[in-house]
């Protein structure tokens, strides 16, 4: 979806993203030319890379523990209400059992689902 995606290029968090990877190449940059060592910065580059994948694959691991461990799994495949609790305690990322409207609209993404900011603050919750 071009229009969505170009919608969204002055949004608050793509703004925050975009000065926050800017500040992280001056970084890498600063180290280059104050070393004059190309190697330190990818190396440091690499093991940040290093940590914040293996960081993000122990939250999502965890993530799935929480959900698959809240359902009966003997059911998973007949019941239509604990295939709807596993997508509920999926989207559940601070493990609270409440879903917030940046939890909605984080889940409802990952399924594919573009649901506007605007749409989700109309949300009650």
Excluded: C
Aim: glycine share 10%; aromatic share 12%; charged share 20%.
């Amino acid at each position: 979806n071009i229009r969505g995606g170009l919608s969204g290029l002055l949004e608050t968090e793509t703004l925050t993203l975009f000065l926050l990877q800017s500040l992280g190449g001056a970084f890498w940059a600063v180290t280059y030319l104050s070393t004059g060592d190309l190697a330190v910065p990818v190396v440091g580059h690499t093991v940040y890379d290093l940590a914040i994948f293996f960081g993000t694959h122990l939250r999502l691991t965890s993530q799935r523990s929480y959900a698959f461990g809240s359902v009966d799994m003997k059911k998973l495949q007949s019941d239509p209400l604990e295939r709807l609790k596993l997508i509920f305690y999926t989207m559940d990322t601070n493990k609270d059992g409440k879903i917030s409207r940046k939890e909605l609209r984080i889940g409802l993404y990952n399924f594919g689902v573009v649901l506007p900011r605007d749409w989700s603050r109309m949300v009650r919750i």
